[in-house]
C-alpha cells in the first residue's frame, strides 16, 4: 500500500536527480489538447503516453502540457510541439502508439514525422 | 465519452479556467441506496444565475474557437439516463459545484473508469493548484490530497514524473483497498 513515507523517499530520490533536470536550454514544449473534443477523442492516454516515454527517455529539456480547444475537433487528439526557433509542428489525430513514435523520432532525434502532421492529414 | 473519469477531467478543466486554486473530487458509491454520487468543487470565480442557467444548454460557451459547449450537458445527459439528478450551485467570486448522480447499477451507467489517469493528468498540466480526490464506499473512504504531498516534497514541484506515478498507485492501490477485492471496476 502507498503511503506518504513512500512519497519521502520518493522525493529524496528525485531531489538527487534535480541538478541535471534544471537545465532549460532549448525547452520543447509538447502541448495536448485537452477540451471535451479531445477528451472525447482519447486525448488522455495520448497525454499519459507522451509523459512516460519523456520520463522513460530522461528528455530533461521536455515538458508536457495542455491547451484548450484550438477549433480543430475533427482533428483531435491533436499534440503541437514548440520549440524555440524552430516551426511549430501539428500531430492529428493521434493516438498513444504515435506518441511514443513522435518522442523517439522528432522529440529525441530531431526527425519530424511528416505522416501524421495536420499537413498530411489534410491532403 | 466512453468512461465517467473523462468527464470529470472535462469538466474540472472549467474549474481550472475559473482560476481555482483547489479543486475537489469526490466519487461516492453507496450500494445500499444503489446511488453513484461524483462532486466536482472548487474555488474558482463563479458564475452569475444567468451563466448556471445557460451552461446546460450545449449551444452556450465562453469559447471563441467553436460555436458549442458540450461538457456540462454531456455529463448532464450521461446522469440523466441513468435516473441521476444534475446539478450546479455557484457563486460569484467563491466558487462552483457540479454535482452528478447516477443509479449505481443501472445498465446506462458508464463505467467509472480510470480516475487515477484523470487525476494524475490534472496534476500533470496544473501543478500550481492542489486537488483533491476522495473515494467513498459505504462507510469507507480515502483521500489523495496534493496540500498533504506538497508538504512532504519540500518543494519538489508535483509534476515531476515519479510524483505523478506515485499519485497514480497511490489512487489505484486505496481503491482496490476499499473495495477489498469485491471488484475491479467501479
Redesign the interface.
Known sequence: ??S?A???A??D???NN?GIRSDDSGNIRVVVG????G??AGA??V??AF??E??KRGLHNVT???T????I?QYEPVVEIMEPGKEKVTYVKMTPEKAVQVVVNHLANGNVMNEYTIGAATK | MQELSLNVLDIAQNSVRAGAKLIEITVEEQPKTDLLTITIGDDGCGMTAQQVSAVTDPFFTTRTTRKVGLGVPLLKMASEMTGGEFSIVSALGEGTVVKATFGLTHIDRMPLGDIGATICTLVQCNPEIDFVYTFIHSDKSFSADTRQFRQVLEGVPLNSPEVIRFIGEFIRENTAEILNGEREEI
Not at chain 1, 34 to 37: D, G, I, L, S
Not at chain 1, 68 to 71: E, K, L, P
Open positions: 500500500m502507498k506518504l513512500e512519497l519521502q520518493l522525493r530520490q528525485v531531489k534535480m485537452m477540451a471535451t473534443c477528451i472525447a488522455r492516454p497525454l499519459s509523459t512516460e519523456v520520463a508536457v502540457t495542455q484548450g480547444c484550438i477549433g475537433c
